[in-house]
């Protein structure tokens, strides 16, 4: 077996070992989601109102939001009249297709490197994940053979530099960090610079986290981006905001003000293993049109994947 072989199959399998851990990671929002759908459509009721009501509560529940659920009953209905079904088991496959309609409008591919440092702004509340999320990001592109630099731009947080220097020690990476107290934005500014004599690939700027209904984050956040921009000119090249998908509803809010202050480049949502409140992917996409870059599932390193619609619906379904 050749080299190129083994690494299509190495990837098959990492993929297949993913796709059973997002599905165990993915089971308390299956109980309150798909479950839910099993027992409507299993029900005594026939297609019909009845049904059409109870499917409605259950997509509401899952915290999938009114406005997607109002789209997804009223295609729903339109595909069951268009093409006659009488089977209800057959309104789980439309369903199925329709929620990854939802998750394929925003789909975008990872960026690749480019000939400066990619340099990429990665924003949200404290306890969010996004320290750890740095970290795994950093040790995906490391493995990818490239030049990764983390730099500790949370300099409120003691525990955060310590943080991401332990992981940077872990993977093999630069971290680059300041005294506690230090002007984010400078320590962001120094990194970057930094990153261009070394010619690092990829340089991945941890942030602050303070309550995003705090205006002083936002104006620090969009200092951090104009002071990296004046070392390379189209920097940062993305900016991508870590949810917690436990919080549900809230994770809305916050990625609708981060939006609005930062313009966010792709969405990050990590904790979905420990939440019922996965269907909030569908709400967030829907009323942003932001792509959900990356989901996170666990603790491990290889728990932060790329996003893939289709496998996310087929572990909720499968």
Same mark, same amino acid.
């Given at each position: 077996?050749?080299?190129?072989?083994?690494?299509?199959?190495?990837?098959?399998?990492?993929?297949?070992?993913?796709?059973?851990?997002?599905?165990?990671?993915?089971?308390?929002?299956?109980?309150?989601?798909?479950?839910?759908?099993?027992?409507?459509?299993?029900?005594?009721?026939?297609?019909?109102?009845?049904?059409?009501?109870?499917?409605?509560?259950?997509?509401?529940?899952?915290?999938?939001? &009114? &406005?997607?659920? &109002?789209?997804?009953?009223?295609?729903?209905?339109?595909?069951?009249?268009?093409?006659?079904?009488?089977?209800?088991?057959?309104?789980?496959? /439309?369903?199925?297709?329709?929620?990854?309609?939802?998750?394929?409008?925003?789909?975008?591919?990872?960026?690749?490197?480019?000939?400066?440092?990619?340099?990429?702004?990665?924003?949200?509340?404290?306890?969010?994940?996004?320290?750890?999320?740095?970290?795994?990001?950093?040790?995906?592109?490391?493995?990818?053979?490239?030049?990764?630099?983390?730099?500790?731009?949370?300099?409120?947080?003691?525990?955060?530099?310590?943080?991401?220097?332990?992981?940077?020690?872990? /993977?093999?990476?630069?971290?680059?960090?300041?005294?506690?107290?230090?002007?984010?934005?400078?320590?962001?500014?120094?990194?970057?610079?930094?990153?261009?004599?070394?010619?690092?690939?990829?340089?991945?700027?941890?942030?602050?986290?303070?309550?995003?209904?705090?205006?002083?984050?936002?104006?620090?956040?969009?200092?951090?981006?104009?002071?990296?921009?004046?070392?390379?000119?189209?920097?940062?090249?993305?900016?991508?905001?870590?949810?917690?998908?436990?919080?549900?509803?809230?994770?809305?809010?916050?990625?609708?003000?981060?939006?609005?202050?930062?313009?966010?480049?792709?969405?990050?949502?990590?904790?979905?293993?420990?939440?019922?409140?996965?269907? /909030?992917?569908?709400?967030? /996409?829907?009323?942003?049109?932001?792509?959900?870059?990356?989901?996170?599932?666990?603790?491990?390193?290889?728990?932060?994947?790329?996003?893939?619609?289709?496998?996310?619906?087929?572990?909720?379904?499968?």
């Amino acid at each position: 077996m050749d080299e190129r072989q083994k690494d299509i199959n190495e990837a098959a399998n990492e993929k297949s070992r993913f796709f059973s851990r997002l599905k165990l990671g993915l089971q308390k929002t299956r109980d309150s989601l798909t479950d839910g759908i099993d027992r409507v459509v299993n029900g005594p009721a026939e297609i019909g109102p009845e049904l059409w009501e109870e499917l409605e509560e259950v997509l509401l529940v899952s915290d999938m939001g &009114s &406005s997607v659920m &109002s789209w997804v009953m009223e295609e729903l209905k339109k595909c069951v009249r268009e093409s006659l079904i009488r089977e209800k088991k057959e309104i789980i496959k /439309i369903l199925k297709e329709l929620l990854i309609r939802i998750l394929e409008e925003t789909k975008v591919d990872e960026m690749s490197s480019i000939k400066e440092p990619c340099v990429v702004l990665v924003v949200g509340v404290n306890g969010s994940g996004k320290t750890t999320t740095v970290g795994k990001l950093a040790a995906r592109h490391k493995r990818k053979g490239e030049r990764v630099m983390v730099v500790a731009g949370d300099t409120f947080r003691a525990a955060a530099t310590e943080q991401l220097q332990a992981w940077a020690d872990q /993977i093999g990476v630069l971290c680059v960090s300041q005294k506690s107290g230090t002007d984010p934005s400078a320590v962001a500014y120094d990194a970057v610079q930094s990153a261009l004599v070394k010619k690092m690939d990829r340089v991945f700027v941890d942030t602050a986290g303070r309550l995003q209904t705090n205006k002083n984050l936002m104006e620090e956040l969009k200092k951090i981006k104009r002071v990296v921009g004046k070392v390379i000119g189209n920097a940062p090249h993305e900016t991508l905001l870590v949810l917690d998908a436990s919080i549900g509803q809230n994770s809305l809010s916050q990625a609708k003000l981060f939006n609005e202050a930062l313009g966010i480049d792709g969405l990050i949502m990590t904790k979905l293993d420990g939440s019922s409140k996965g269907g /909030i992917l569908f709400n967030i /996409i829907r009323e942003l049109k932001v792509p959900v870059r990356f989901i996170g599932i666990g603790e491990k390193v290889d728990d932060l994947q790329i996003f893939d619609p289709r496998s996310f619906v087929d572990a909720l379904f499968d």
